[in-house]
């Protein structure tokens, strides 16, 4: 067996490291693009069929399409507060991955309340550090975006 020399062994583990990279990049650069559609798309993670969520996969809704309730607490949230919830500001972990990846901390979970629930029910606001809002009434299975100018 040849033995290696510094120089040979130092350019054989640049020229993996540089593999590594340009193999990470490819994937994030995989990940991150955009599809050729003017309409958002995002995973609502429902891949029954069953719309729950009233509007279709990848759309943006105006607020003014989803109960009041939605609306208050878009308000609260604009106004920073106050909360009825503890809860309400604390970081979204996105575990189910169904709305875009981001970094810890990128996106805040927010109570819609439901009137005759006996707990904060299953509707929140998620919004994401660039101004984005979601709105998910089954507790994060699915998501919609939603334009709160409208």
Do not use: C, W
């Amino acid at each position: 067996m040849t033995r290696l020399r510094r120089p040979q062994l130092a350019l054989i583990v640049l020229l993996v490291a540089l593999a590594v990279g340009y193999g990470i990049k490819a994937v994030r650069d995989h990940h991150d693009a955009k599809p050729n559609s003017s309409s958002s798309q995002l995973s609502t993670g429902n891949q029954t069929g069953d719309q729950s969520m009233a509007p279709a996969q990848g759309t943006v809704v105006p607020l003014s399409t989803l109960p009041a309730q939605a609306a208050q607490t878009v308000t609260l949230i604009e106004h920073h507060g106050p909360f009825p919830y503890s809860q309400d500001g604390v970081v979204f972990d996105n575990n189910e991955k169904h709305l875009p990846i981001e970094k810890r901390g990128y996106y805040h979970e927010y109570t819609v309340d439901t009137p005759g629930s006996p707990d904060r029910g299953a509707r929140r606001i998620i919004t994401g550090a660039n101004g984005e809002y979601y709105y998910t009434d089954d507790h994060y299975d699915t998501f919609v975006q939603v334009d709160v100018t409208q």
